[in-house]
C-alpha cells in the first residue's frame, strides 16, 4: 500500500503547529511569523501535499473552473483555429489557478442547458462563449441569468453596434485582414480582384467581405463590385464552382473568406492554362493546409486571443467593472509566388493595431 497522502492535520502534527497556522501558510502567509512560515512551507513542499479542490470550494463556493463547449468538428481544414484556441485557453486558465470544464452539444439549446446543470451546480464560475452568431440566444441567457462570460467573437447583431455590448467580448478584425491583402493586390497592379465569400449575413463573413470592400471602393468609386464577389458554401467542391465563375469573369486576383475556399480557388486554377494558373490567391486562417501547401493567408492572433479571453473571464470574477471590447488585428502572410516581392514567404504586418479596450 502505498504512502497516505499527505494533509492539513498530519503536517500540523508532524511539525508541532496548529492546523490553523499550516492553513495560513497556505492561504495568509502574511500573518505567520517567517521562521514558522519558511519551516512550515519547507515541509508542504517536502510532503508533497496538494490542498484539496473539493474543499477549497466549499470554503469559497467557487470552482476555479471555466465552461466552455467543445465545438462539432465542421472542417478539417479550418477546425483547428478553434482547436488552437482551447489549447491555449487551458494553458492560460491554468497559469491563472482555473480548469477547463470541457464538455459537448448537440445545439445552442443544448448548451445553454448544460450551463444552467453546471451553474446551479457550483462546477463553473465562469464561460468562455466560441462561434458567436447573429443575435445569438447564448449571449441573452448568460446574461439574463447573470453568469460571468467573455465571448470569443463579436455579439453579432442586425441593430446594436458590438461595441455598446454589455459584456466581454474578444475578436479579432476579420475585415482589416481582407483589407490588407486586398491593398497589397492593388499595389501590384491588380485592379479586378475577385472575392470569394461566404453567403453574406452581418457576422464573420460580412465582416471579411467588408475589408475587400473597402479597399475596392477606395480604388475606384465607379466600380461594380457585385461582378467580383461569388457566394459558396465553406466547402473546397463548391468553392472550386465558385472559383470558376471568378476567373471565368476575368479576375486577376482571388481574395478568400477562409482557407478552405482558397483550397477550392486553387483546384479552379489547376484546370486552366499555364498562364492562366498565374493567378495569386489569399485564404485566411493561416492553417496548416495554407503553410504546407504554399497558399498566403491571414494569420489570426490566437494565443493572445486566448491569453485575454481568460484574462478578462479572471478580472470578471475578481470584481465588478465595466464592459471590456478587444479587437485583434491579424497578419497577413504572403507565400504565392504571383505576389509581387520584396517580403515574398514572409509574415507582413501591414494593418494597423487596432486593439481597443471600451472603459
Known amino acids: 500500500m502505498g504512502a497516505r497522502r499527505p494533509t492539513l ?30 519551516r512550515v512551507a519547507a515541509a508542504v513542499d517536502a510532503a508533497g501535499y496538494v490542498p484539496s479542490r473539493a474543499g477549497r470550494q466549499l470554503r469559497t463556493q467557487r470552482s476555479h473552473a471555466i465552461g466552455i463547449r467543445l465545438m462539432p468538428t465542421f472542417d478539417g481544414i479550418n477546425g483547428h483555429i478553434l482547436d488552437t484556441f482551447v489549447h491555449e485557453l487551458a494553458e ?40 458567436t452568431t447573429i443575435d445569438d440566444e447564448r449571449i441573452a441567457w448568460l446574461l439574463e441569468n447573470d453568469v460571468p462570460f467573455v465571448s470569443f467573437g463579436r455579439p453579432w447583431r442586425r441593430d446594436v453596434d458590438a461595441s455598446t455590448a454589455p459584456h466581454d467580448w474578444v475578436d479579432v478584425d476579420g475585415a482589416a485582414g481582407t483589407e490588407a491583402v486586398t491593398r497589397r493586390l492593388l499595389a501590384d497592379g491588380h485592379s479586378r480582384i475577385g472575392y470569394l ?33 461569388a457566394e459558396c458554401s465553406n466547402d473546397v467542391t463548391d468553392a472550386r464552382r465558385a472559383a470558376r ?87 497577413p502572410v504572403f507565400r504565392d509566388s504571383e505576389i509581387a516581392t520584396p517580403s515574398l514567404f514572409e509574415s507582413v504586418g501591414t494593418i494597423q493595431e487596432k486593439e481597443i479596450t471600451n472603459p
Not at 121 to 126: F, P, R, S, T, V
Open 92 to 131: 492560460h486558465a491554468h497559469r491563472s489557478d482555473y480548469r477547463l470544464a470541457l464538455f459537448a452539444a448537440a445545439n445552442e439549446a443544448d448548451e445553454i442547458a448544460t450551463y444552467a446543470r453546471m451553474r446551479a451546480a457550483n462546477e463553473i464560475d465562469g464561460v468562455v462563449l466560441t462561434s
Open 197 to 229: 465569400s461566404w453567403p453574406a449575413q452581418p457576422d464573420v463573413g460580412g465582416d471579411r467581405l467588408a475589408g475587400w470592400q473597402r479597399a475596392m471602393r477606395d480604388a475606384s468609386d465607379e466600380r461594380d463590385l457585385s461582378t467580383l464577389i
Open 245 to 331: 465563375q471568378l476567373l471565368d469573369r476575368g479576375v486577376t486576383a482571388v481574395v478568400c473568406a477562409s482557407d478552405t475556399l482558397a483550397l477550392g480557388a486553387r483546384a479552379a486554377l489547376g484546370a486552366r492554362s499555364a498562364d492562366a494558373r498565374r493567378v495569386p490567391i489569399v485564404g485566411f486562417d493561416d492553417t496548416p493546409v495554407a503553410r504546407a501547401l504554399g497558399i498566403s493567408s491571414v494569420a489570426q492572433p490566437i494565443v493572445r486571443a486566448a491569453r485575454t479571453s481568460v484574462s478578462l473571464l479572471v478580472s470578471r470574477l475578481a470584481e465588478e467593472r465595466p464592459p471590456e471590447h478587444v479587437l485583434l488585428s491579424p497578419s
Open 9 to 38: 492535520e498530519s503536517l500540523a502534527t508532524e511539525l508541532g503547529v496548529s492546523r490553523q497556522t499550516v492553513w495560513n501558510v497556505l492561504n495568509r502567509p502574511s500573518v505567520v511569523a517567517e521562521p514558522t512560515r519558511e
